[in-house]
């Protein structure tokens, strides 16, 4: 079956960097887009960032553009999410997502001295 199986995240100071991965598994990784959503407790699920099947073409949020860096490497099948110049209101659980809706078990990041 589908599995999405996410690593890193935790706690870090603000201006810090994080580096969050997601292992897929049950699918051919290589042919679909991938993203990444942040959920804050009480507000609903955000998108981060995107990224096309081969790679090629990215997006992301305006809160995050200059900051994060989402990629993809289709011979191990992960995706990552770097994340850089961190911020408070980055503080969030992550989630890794495939369509239809597939969802990785999430990982909490959080920017704080």
């Known amino acids: 079956q589908v599995q999405l199986v996410q690593s890193g995240g935790g706690l870090v100071q603000p201006g810090g960097s994080l580096r969050l991965s997601c292992a897929a598994s049950?699918?051919?990784?290589?042919?679909?887009?991938m993203s990444w959503y942040r959920q804050v407790p009480g507000n609903e699920r955000e998108l981060v960032a995107a990224?096309?099947?081969?790679?090629?073409?990215?997006t992301y949020a305006d809160s995050v553009k200059g900051r994060f860096t989402i990629s993809r490497d289709n011979t191990k099948n992960t995706l990552y999410l770097q994340m850089n110049s961190l911020k408070p209101e980055d503080t969030a659980v992550y989630y890794c997502?495939?369509?239809?809706?597939?969802w990785g078990q999430g990982t909490q990041v959080t920017v704080s001295s």
């Open positions: 990224i096309h099947s081969t790679g090629g073409t990215t």
């Open positions: 997502y495939c369509f239809p809706n597939y």
């Open positions: 049950g699918f051919a990784f290589r042919d679909y887009g």
